[in-house]
């Protein structure tokens, strides 16, 4: 089968034949309907591999939709011409967060070398996926996978993100959403839906403004070094309740605590550069101000994400690459020209 695959550090990834896998006991196959590009890749391969204990090659990919066409033995519960989507953060399913379906925070998958399709065992990106247990597939029904794979990340990191914040973003509130990117567009979206705030988006264009403004953003401001001025000139003195900074570099984070109002959530979603932080302590961060960087979501989320794509509140931007056209995908994503989401359709 073709697979894209990341090979040699520094280097862009590959369209290359491979072995089509089977699946092994209690594993499930299936053969790719769609799958996302996400910028949390680019971030993975501008680093060295070591620092994830990721093997090269690898195939890349961690948001996947597909057809189920062969079960492991043992398997059961699943249909063969199931449609599916993948949900990516891959746990034990044994330990007390996997337990919650929060599988994204299981404390033994380290330990027990399980690592999501894509981001250390063979990702989606490819004409057919191993998935590691019928546990980790939602299915979809009539659902369009293209329009539907970007849930598994682009919409689950922001639906979890949102979620606990709910109680801040009353009525009358201000939502700040830094980067209006493949999940930054989603976000917009799910605030409008599961909340009244009124949403700031920042990005580094026009181009990019105007899109925010497209999925729900109800101002739209530049995202420089005066951006967090322009934001208070918006917010007054409140500031905003919820910031969402979906780029993580030290200038966002900095804006994302200089437009924070009292008793704030600052969630720090974006990867940046992996060492930039938020600064918190008295006086120099607003009163119960909190910062946090999550990650992923978890196993019901998702189940409700496909929930609220069935109910048709979610119009997701996708751009579509066929599998040879993969590497240009990424050089779109790396560009920051893409509208939405990238996706790779076998
Ligand atoms: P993307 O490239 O689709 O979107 C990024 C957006 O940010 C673009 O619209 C870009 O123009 C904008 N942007 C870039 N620099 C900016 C700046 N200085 N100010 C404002 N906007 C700026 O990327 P994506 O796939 O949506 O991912 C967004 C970030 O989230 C990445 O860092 C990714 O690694 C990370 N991520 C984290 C998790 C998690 O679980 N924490 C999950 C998925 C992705
Ligand atoms: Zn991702
Ligand atoms: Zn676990």
Request: proline share 7%; with cysteine.
């Amino acid at each position: 089968m073709k697979a894209l695959q990341y090979v040699t550090v520094g280097a862009e990834p590959e369209v290359r034949e491979i072995p089509t896998p089977e699946p092994g006991p209690g594993e499930v196959l299936l053969r790719v309907t769609a799958a996302g590009v996400c910028h949390s890749d680019d971030f993975v391969m501008n680093n060295p591999p070591e620092q994830f204990g990721i093997e090269l090659p690898l195939t890349l990919g961690h948001e996947g939709a597909g057809q189920v066409t062969a079960l492991g033995e043992g398997v059961r519960g699943i249909d063969i011409g199931t449609n599916v989507v993948v949900y990516g953060p891959w746990g034990c399913g044994n330990c007390w967060f996997c337990a919650q379906g929060q599988e994204n925070y299981c404390s033994r998958a380290a330990e027990l070398g399980i690592m999501p399709p894509g981001l250390g065992s063979p990702g989606a990106i490819a004409e057919y996926l191993i998935v590691d247990s019928p546990r980790h597939l939602v299915p979809i029904g009539d659902l369009d996978p293209v329009a539907t794979v970007p849930l598994t990340d682009a919409g689950l990191t922001p639906y979890h993100a949102i979620k606990r914040s709910l109680d801040k973003i009353r009525p009358g509130s201000w939502t700040v959403v830094i980067g209006s990117g493949g999940l930054g567009h989603v976000a917009i979206q799910l605030l409008r839906y599961l909340s009244s705030t009124r949403i700031i988006a920042l990005d580094v264009n026009d181009e990019k403004l105007e899109f925010a403004r497209s999925v729900g953003a109800h101002e739209a401001v530049l995202s420089d070094d005066r951006a967090a001025g322009n934001v208070r000139k918006i917010t007054g003195p409140a500031g905003a309740s919820l910031v969402l900074d979906f780029v993580g570099f030290q200038p966002t984070i900095d804006t994302a605590m200089a437009v924070a109002g009292v008793d704030s959530d600052v969630t720090i979603v974006g990867i940046g550069d992996g060492k930039s932080a938020a600064r918190v302590g008295f006086g120099i961060s607003p009163y119960e101000t909190t910062a946090t960087a999550p990650y992923w979501g978890a196993r019901a989320e998702l189940i409700e994400l496909i929930d609220l794509a069935h109910a048709g509140v979610l119009d997701i931007a996708t751009e579509r690459f066929s599998l040879d056209e993969a590497p240009e995908a990424y050089r779109r994503l790396a560009a920051g020209t893409l509208r939405g989401r990238a996706v790779v359709v076998p």
